[in-house]
């Protein structure tokens, strides 16, 4: 298991050596200028302001930003300067020559707010909803009224590059294996199903999505398609400042989310709270067609009402013990009420289509979460810029409990109790060293720690069959560490990094189905990972990177039970199922005008093991004759994935702004299973267009319109599918309130259509899949203390991103 370990350490150890020394320079002797710089009417430090000196004779420039409190501490030459402190929608503030030969603290630097530039800067930076970096993509979520009063789900759906299917499924260029993390970590928000997670957290408690395609060393290496990071809110303003947001819609989808902060000068609190309340009814419809039995047609349509109630609250303080160190401690809190009513009717025909007869199987669930989440941050800055050591301990414990009634006829014949309890504990450290002003070293640990014990029951009414049990209880452990080194030459930078990853899962599985099974898979494995960049001008650059990356099985993907929901359709998993691994190529370009931004990159990707989910019939009938199909995941030989993709961001005047993001991908699959050939080849695409225009009396207008091509595998098809989104906005009350109306999928388009092939027993089936229906949805949100945002980001980028390269 440890074979590489070793090899890995010393390799750590060595490069933590060799490139924490500083090199001995010949030039000129260096000294720190400290300093502050404040917003003057509010008193607030300015985050990621720029200070540049510029010497009075020589032409090499320095310079530096402000941490997230508006503190610099910059190293430069002795010498003679006239320094610049600038920042965007603000006045330039300079100092004109200044004998800098010692150690100096330049004090309170106050910068005015250019009041003239204000109103266009106003303008562009509202409505701006994507940015586009060298290594990500930055959605904003304020900004797009087509997600007022909806979840993340709602959210992912409309991230360049993300789609999210009608299961809730998220996708990264078409990818289904994407890593993603809450504010750079693992968290308890996204629970034990991230797709039911994700539809209970609501959209207004969210700041933005950052998409990384080509993640370094310091990111977890699960996801082979890349990582998707949220980032909640949470206000650095001094004072008190919140916002409220209350929401109704139709179907009912009711909601009320506030987002709280109080900000002193030792001390921060911060909280996002939000209860909601949907009914979101769905459809679904499998037609059967077999050859050879007598029964030639078999429908079986469900009909889903789902009723859920949410309360989220995550609740922190951050306090500055001194001007450089920091600890953050954070509570989560996550309740669920739910009901789901599954009808199930089920219709057989014979050979000449005459009708036989029917049968109904009604499911009704009643469903408990409950997460909580503990979570502290230290954060410890030392003397000069991104020289700084982070630790993250967080521990959460959640469970789900839910207990179903399954109804033959209207004659009760099963009851179903599930409780699945979930334990995870993550440990995190990150340590940056600045080496000169060119170069930059990192290391650190992360040890992610899970286990997850599911019991399973089901009770029969009719006393002819034997009740079911199944207990499965999964442990996984991750332990992983990874060095990392950065260098720019002129224009040109580089990121190197290696990652390994310790793997312990095990699986213990027993009950009264089949033969209990004790699963155990020990693995080390080494991730590198190259990101490169060539900067043509300011405007204009390159980026090529490399990486190695894993997709572990979910735990219900290992468990060998079989669904309960159809007597004729079910899910069953595959402890046999191995982890896929994946190394990708990604090559960038971007060119910026200034009306006009354009990203465009081509990306390969080759995969051992590949992941595939095969339809099978079980050979067996169900109690009224027909036939049982098995779905369950398999390991496949290889897949190459290549593929293309390009954003445009337009805002051709102050009143409209478009964007537009187009993807389109291939891939080749080879395998053999049961004497089955699932080699295959497919190519899809989608597009995404967006647009935002100014109306009469600061009306705003957003549509944003979706298209996911068809795609076809060696055994299924599946038809394109086209969605359509609509909003309107007002800023009303001086400002301080916004009116939302939104209307999600407006053409009641967003369904799964497919159809599967089958060679034994020989038939077809047709599916079709609806999650929930049109939804119309009314959002007001009301700010305190809180001033539309402007220009730049005032809380600057996130951690947990390679500012090296950008």
Known sequence: ???????????????????????????????????????????????????????????????????????????????????????????????????????????????????????????????STVEIRLDKKIYNVGKDMTVKGGTASDVLDNVPSVTVDVEGTVSLRGNESVRILIDGKPSGLVGLSGTDALRQLPAEAIQKVEVITSPSARYDAEGTAGIINIILRKSKAIGFNASTT?????????????????????????TNLGYS??????????????????????????????????????????????KNASVIGSFLYRNSLGETNVDNNSYKYDGEGVFLSESLRNEFEDEKDNIVEYALNFTQNFKGSGHKLTFDAKYQDSYEDENAVISDNHIQSEEIESLEDEKRILLKSDYVLPIGENQQFEAGFQSNIVETLNNYEVDFTNEEYDDILNIFDYKENIHALYSQYGNKFGKFSALLGLRVELSDISAVVE???????????????????????????????????????????RSRHLNPFSSRSSTSNIFKGNPDLNPMFTDGVDLGYLKKWDKLTFNTSVYF?????????????????????????ESTPINLNDEDR???????????????????????????????????????????????????????????????????????????????????????????????????FNISDLLNSRKRVMETYFTDPDFTNYSEFQWRQRQFKLSFTYRFNQKKKRGGQRNGGEENGDDFSE
Request: glycine share 6%; no cysteine; proline share 4%.
């Open 605 to 629: 990707k080759h995969t051992e093991n590949a992941f595939q989910f095969v339809r099978e019939a079980t050979g067996e009938v169900n109690e009224n004759g027909v036939q049982i199909i």
């Open 642 to 740: 290549y593929g293309f993709e390009f954003s445009l961001n337009y805002n051709p005047a102050k009143w409209l702004r478009l964007s537009n993001n187009f993807n389109f991908y291939r891939y080749t699959r080879d395998g053999i299973y049961h004497d089955v050939d699932y080699s295959a080849t497919n190519e899809s695409w989608m597009n995404r267009f967006s647009s935002r225009i100014k109306l009469f009396k600061e009306v705003d207008f957003q549509t944003t319109l979706f298209y996911h091509g068809p795609r076809e595998s060696a055994v299924s098809k599946r038809e394109g599918m086209l969605m359509a989104n609509i909003a309107l906005s007002k800023d009303i009350l001086k400002d301080k309130g916004t009116l939302s």
């Open 246 to 270: 209350l929401s109704t819609g139709i179907p009912d989808n009711h909601g009320i989310s506030a987002n709280v902060n109080y900000r002193a000068k030792k001390f921060n609190v911060f």
């Open 277 to 322: 309340y949907r009914n979101a009814p769905g459809k679904a419809l499998f037609d059967n067609y077999y050859n050879d039995t007598g029964i030639t047609f078999n429908e079986e349509i469900r009909d889903y009402n789902r009723k859920r109630n949410s309360f989220n609250s995550n609740i922190g303080l951050e306090y500055y013990l001194t």
């Open 511 to 553: 009950g009264t189905e089949g033969t209990p099974i004790d699963y155990k898979k020990n693995y080390t494995e080494l991730f590198p990972t190259l990101n490169l960049a060539y900067e043509l001008n300011e405007s204009e650059s390159f980026t090529l990177g490399y990486n190695r990356r894993i997709r572990r099985p």
């Open 1 to 127: 298991m440890i074979k590489h370990l070793p090899l890995v350490l010393f390799l750590l150890f060595t490069s933590s050596i060799l490139f924490a020394q500083r090199p001995q320079s010949q030039s000129r002797p260096k000294v720190q200028v400290t300093g502050k710089v404040i917003d003057k009417e509010s008193g607030q430090g300015l985050e990621y302001s720029t200070l540049i000196f510029k010497p009075l004779k020589g032409k090499r420039i320095t310079g530096g930003i402000t941490d997230s409190n508006g503190f610099f501490d910059i190293e430069i030459p002795v010498g003679m300067y006239s320094i610049s402190v600038e920042f965007l929608s603000f006045k330039t503030k300079t100092l004109p020559d200044q004998r800098i030969t010692k150690n100096i603290d330049l004090g309170t630097i106050v910068l005015e707010e250019d009041r003239e530039a204000l109103g266009e800067i106003e303008i562009i930076a509202e409505k």
